[in-house]
């Protein structure tokens, strides 16, 4: 049965790490990565279309980079929720600053102006064109040979 928690993933999911074999977890993240940027990809006749969650992070903190091949796309936050009483004393102070980011290869034949990209409701949706990677042209290279 999975209990509600204000820990994690479960109650339990931090009770157990001190029984872990052959050595301890030092360190626990406060989010499990199993929620962080899930990514749907789909496959069409002209591309591919990539649906990212990240939920609380508006389009301002989301970037996407392509470089050497490689999309890469970053979201940062930096959130602070002060609660004060009546008398001005602090009830409670949280803050969270943090990043994460994915990497996609989408082939080194693929430009910048080549992919699409749109965030709206907590998903950035991006579409990247199918490309035909351009076949090496050999080339030969003779040796002028004297004589």
Do not use: H
């Not at 990514?39 to 989301?62: A, C, F, M, Q, S």
């Not at 959130?79 to 009830?91: A, C, L, P, V």
């Not at 994460?100 to 990247?128: H, M, P, T, W």
């Amino acid at each position: 049965m999975m209990m509600p928690s204000i820990f994690g993933e479960d109650l339990f999911d931090t009770f157990f790490d001190d029984f872990g074999w052959p050595a301890r977890r030092t360190a626990r993240p406060a989010v499990s990565t199993s929620t962080v940027m899930r990514t749907d990809v789909r496959e069409t006749e002209n591309g591919y279309e990539l649906d990212i969650d990240l939920p609380g992070y508006k389009k301002e903190d989301v970037q996407a980079e392509l470089k050497d091949g490689y999309l890469t796309i970053t979201a940062s936050a930096n959130t602070s929720n002060d609660q004060k009483d009546s008398n001005g004393k602090y009830i409670r102070r949280e803050r969270y600053s943090g990043t994460c980011s994915r990497r996609f290869y989408v082939g080194e034949e693929i430009e910048q102006s080549d992919i699409k990209a749109k965030f709206e409701n907590g998903i950035l949706k991006i579409s990247v064109p199918k490309k035909e990677a351009k076949p090496a042209v050999e080339e030969n290279k003779y040796i002028t040979i004297e004589g």
